[in-house]
Nanobody, 120 residues
Framework: QEQLVESGGGLVQPGDSLRLSCVASGFTLDLYDIGWFRQAPGKEREGVSCIRSGAGSTYYAASVKGRFTISRDNAKNTVYLQMNSLEPEDTAVYYC?????????????WGQGTHVTVSS
């Protein structure tokens, strides 16, 4: 069964860092663009970052550029989202999905996500 499982969320203070993981099973993650999305309470889901298949070009939403870094470890079939200088506005459920970078459409269905709460 093809699936992506997110992990790594938690409760942190403003300015702290977290690294989210997105582990793929049942398919080779490197063959797809993989995006990180987030949904804050009361808001629509939005794209945060994306990494292209193959060469691995990366893209970021303006709100996270310079603070978040997306990367891929093909040996572990995993995509990471390193989040630094976290802000309360980053509080959301974070999801990863196979997608086309620049699109809000995903292949398959949304997973459970991982909760990130940034609060003092």
């Amino acid at each position: 069964q093809e699936q992506l499982v997110e992990s790594g969320g938690g409760l942190v203070q403003p300015g702290d860092s977290l690294r989210l993981s997105c582990v793929a099973s049942g398919f080779t993650l490197d063959l797809y663009d993989i995006g990180w999305f987030r949904q804050a309470p009361g808001k629509e889901r939005e794209g945060v970052s994306c990494i292209r298949s193959g060469a691995g070009s990366t893209y970021y939403a303006a709100s996270v550029k310079g603070r978040f870094t997306i990367s891929r470890d093909n040996a572990k079939n995993t995509v990471y989202l390193q989040m630094n200088s976290l802000e309360p506005e980053d509080t959301a459920v974070y999801y990863c999905a196979a997608t086309r970078c620049g699109s809000s459409l995903i292949f398959g269905s949304w997973g459970q996500g991982t909760h990130v709460t940034v609060s003092s």
